[in-house]
């Protein structure tokens, strides 16, 4: 004879559960255990060509984009001016390592190293001149990351942990 309802419900149920279970073990494994691809690396190694003077380039590996700019001694003279118009001028509330710590966010004067991702709404970087500026939002950044004032608060380019090799050939970046 065929089961009752109560009995198919609670058999239901059961099965239920043990599927609840196993997808909370499965979750809670994952994140005990780095199970993370062989593609995802500790550092990254990117070799630069050229950089050309006054000009953003992104370098893209895997899942990461990373936006130099080799800046001329003429930006960098008017990096150190400006400070009107922009929301954190000192970048005392930034993401960034403590080398960066200084009026250009960078370590070495002539070479700016960012995350290529806006921090107002996260999408991309644009070139605009002398500006950075988000793609999908309203950001926009001098060419040292700091964000310009505008109608909403949105902090400076994040910084990532980067040296570059002595003929500034290659960058290591250590997300």
Known sequence: MGLSKRDLLGTAVKYCLVG???AVFYVLSDFAVDLRPAK?????????????VDEATIL???NLSIL???????TIAGLHKIEAGL???RSRQSNQPPFAANALRSKYPDF???YAVGTDLGCGLEVAGF???EICGTARYDFAGRAFAGDRQFPNLAIPDYNFSED???LTVRP
């Open 60 to 62: 893209r590996r895997d």
């Open 87 to 89: 929301q954190d001028p």
């Open 168 to 170: 500034f050939r290659y």
């Open 40 to 52: 995802i690396q500790d550092s990254y190694l990117f070799e630069i060509e050229s950089l050309p």
């Open 20 to 22: 609840l279970g196993l």
């Open 68 to 74: 130099v700019i080799r800046r001329s001694p003429e």
């Open 131 to 133: 500006e950075l500026g």
């Open 112 to 114: 700016f190293v960012s």
